[in-house]
Each structure stands twice: as C-alpha cells, then as structure tokens.
C-alpha cells in the first residue's frame, strides 16, 4: 500500500500526544490549546471524507498526487473568483470587451452580496448559494431583467469552468430541477414613435448643433432598419459597396460579428441616407474614414469601448432634451429608433422572419419579444372602429 504524507502544520511534542485516540491530549497542563488542535484535526478529517465522496461520485480512479492537489485545493483555477478574473482578462486581449464588462458588472455586484467571494470554490457556488444571491437582489430592489442578466451571466461562467474542466459541475445549480432563470424575466413594454411624432423629428430643425447632430443620427439609424449605435459608431467608407449597380451599406453586427453564423447586413443606400450621410460630411468633424462623427478618439480596445460609452451618454441625454422640446409623450432614446422601425415594417406588412433578418436578430425569437409588445393602440383603435362601423355610426 502506498503512502503520502500531507503537511496539516499541527505540530505535538511527544508529552502532548495520544497515540491510541490520535488526539492532543485532553490536558490543559500538558497543551494548553488542546480544544483548538483538535477540533482543527475534525474538520481536516471531514475534508478528507469530502473529497473522497467527490471523487466517488464522479467515478474519478484518482491518484495520491491527485488526492494531496484536492485536499489542498491546489487544483488549477480552482476558486471561482480567480477563474473568472482570467477569463475576463482573456476576454479584454481577444477585444471581446462588451462580455468583458459584463462579467465584470456580476462580479461587483456578487462582492455586496458575499464578502468573501475571493475564498469561494466553485462547489460551493450551489442552488443554496444562488438562490440567497437571487433573495439579496430582489431585497435591493433589482427588477427581475436585471436579476435574469446576472443569473446568464453566471450560468456563462460555470459552464465556462465546466469545459475548461476547472469545475465538475456536480453541484451545478441550473439546468433540469435547479434554479429557473425564465421565471424572472418581466415583460418591458417597447417604445416607439407613431407616425406623427416621426414626421415632427424629420422636419424639425435645432439651432443648437448637439441637438441637431443627435437628431441626425436618430434619423439615420431609423432609415437604417434600426441600426444599434455602436454599429453606427464603426461604420466606414468601405462599407459602402456597389452591387448591381446600386449602392449599400453593408456591415455585421458589431455584437454578433464573432458568431460563426454572423450574417452580412445590406442596407439600401436611399435618398434619405445619402442625404444624411452627405450631411455629416459637410457638417460634423470625421475621424479617418468613419462615416458618422461618434468616435472622435484614436482609442482601441477598453478605452475605445468607454469612449463609445461616454458618447452614447451623451447622445441619448440630447436626445431626451428633443423630445421634451418636441412634446413627445415618451421618452426619446436610441432604442427608440430601433423599435420605431421595427413597428413601421410591421405595419406596412412586412412579415417577421423578413424584420428578423434586417435587423440583424439571431432567431425569429428575439423579432417576436420586439413585436409582441408593440401595436396595442392600433389594435384597440381597430376593435372599436369595427365594432361601432358594424353598428352604423360614422366615425
């Protein structure tokens, strides 16, 4: 039978130990601190008793070497804190700094729930431990989106250790029987602008250029089926390509370009966009060959994507300012060209799996959280008006 001795750093003269119980003898004059030795000689047993039941359970034929690296926690990445650390730091050399901020955002906000998140292991990231971090949120108030974009998160990062093989996932916490991260999602009703607001933001004109610059970019992000603003921030002279004798913009998806099913967008360069475009030339102060005047810093990687996030501030605060000006009863935002669009095609006919694809969403799915919510008011308009027409009153 082989043999591995393991370190505890418990160290007993000869007079303080009993062989026959292997304890520190239980004698205050003989070692003082008895209680203390032996009660840490208990939980070094249970330890033991614990990876052996981990190893059993994951059918692992292990080694002494294997046995000592468990016992010691010395297996790589093992703490969940230091795993994720890495791979944010990973993610920020590959460029991928938007995932990078995200895991960043969970981990600060999973530090004011648990003080001692740098100690924990990935086994003890279980249903319990979730779900205490689900109560924790809801008593901060957090809406249930917010909660369901940490729980994705952190389902991201233990599956990521799975694969990595850091992480065994026997105490997984979602999946079959465990944490429902569906059931937090809340229903956010979608903004968009009715046909008059969007006639009144075309021909109005602002003496104040930041808010005739803002009111621009709305204009050309609508005319461009909705276009996100960070895709409107990288867009470039060559993306403008001729096909068949006609002009497009054409891009990827800035937040999908990675993917491997990433799809080529192709927009139409119409009188309106030519317009536009023409109008940020002769307007507004063009870094390199950017078409739109939104980075305006010869940045790259994180201190690009806090640019952007600065100018984004900024532009929906003067977007918020036109439509107070404007008297617009909701409240005008980026977003709200992408959803106002979104509804236009809808209304004129277009059918869902053609929207999806001009705008860019991975699946049919996402087009129908977008549509879903929309049209309510027309749909009430048009009850009534069917329902009074069938009874003879003009309307």
């Known amino acids: 039978m082989k043999h591995k001795y393991i370190s505890l750093g418990l160290y007993a003269k000869k007079e303080e130990w009993d ?47 294997q046995f000592a690296d468990a016992f010691l926690y010395k297996s790589k990445q093992s703490k969940f804190l230091d795993f994720t650390l890495s791979c944010i730091e990973n993610m920020k050399v590959a460029g991928h700094i938007g995932n990078a901020k995200v895991w960043e955002r969970l981990i600060y906000n999973m530090k004011l729930f648990d003080k001692k998140l740098h100690l924990r292991y990935f086994q003890e990231i279980d249903i319990k431990y979730v779900n205490s971090y689900n109560q924790f949120m809801e008593q901060k108030k957090w809406c249930g989106n917010t909660r369901k974009h940490d729980m994705k998160t952190l389902r991201a990062i233990l599956n990521r250790a799975i694969k990595a093989k850091e992480y065994s996932g026997n105490s997984y916490p979602f999946g079959k029987c465990g944490f429902c991260i569906s059931a937090l999602e809340e229903e956010t009703r979608k903004r968009y602008l009715p046909q008059a607001y969007l006639d009144k933001l075309m021909t109005t004109k602002f003496k104040n250029k930041p ?33 068949g004798g006609k002009e497009y913009l054409i891009y990827k998806r800035h937040k999908t370009e990675h993917s491997k099913n990433a799809k ?95 705008m860019g969403h991975k699946d049919l799915s996402t087009t129908n959280t977008y549509l879903d919510s929309f049209g309510d008011a027309e749909i009430e308009q048009m009850t009534i008006k069917s329902l009074y027409n069938n009874k003879g009153i003009r309307l």
């Not at 204009?219 to 996100?228: E, I, P, T, V």
Request: proline share 2%; with cysteine.
């Open 19 to 65: 062989e026959k119980n292997e304890r520190f003898k239980c004698d205050k004059r003989v070692c003082p601190n008895y209680k203390e030795y032996n009660a840490r000689i208990i939980q070094l047993l249970a330890r033991v008793q614990k990876v052996e039941f981990d190893f059993e359970n994951e059918k692992i034929d292990w080694t002494l070497n």
């Open 211 to 243: 808010k005739e610059v803002a009111r621009h970019l709305f204009l050309f992000s609508y005319f461009c089926y909705g276009m996100s603003f960070v895709d409107m921030a990288y867009l470039k002279k060559d993306n403008i390509k001729v096909e």
């Open 264 to 358: 080529f967008i192709r927009i139409p360069i119409t009188d309106e966009l030519r317009t536009l475009i023409k109008w940020f030339q002769n307007e507004t102060l063009l870094i390199g060959s950017y078409l739109l005047p939104l980075i305006s810093r010869d940045y790259n990687g994180e201190k690009l994507y806090n640019h952007l996030h600065s100018r984004l501030g900024r532009y929906n605060k003067r977007l918020k300012e036109i439509g107070e000006e404007l008297g617009f009863t909701e409240k005008l935002t980026s977003y709200v060209s992408r959803h106002s669009m979104a509804m236009t095609l809808q209304s004129n006919g277009v059918p869902r799996e053609m929207i999806s694809q001009v």
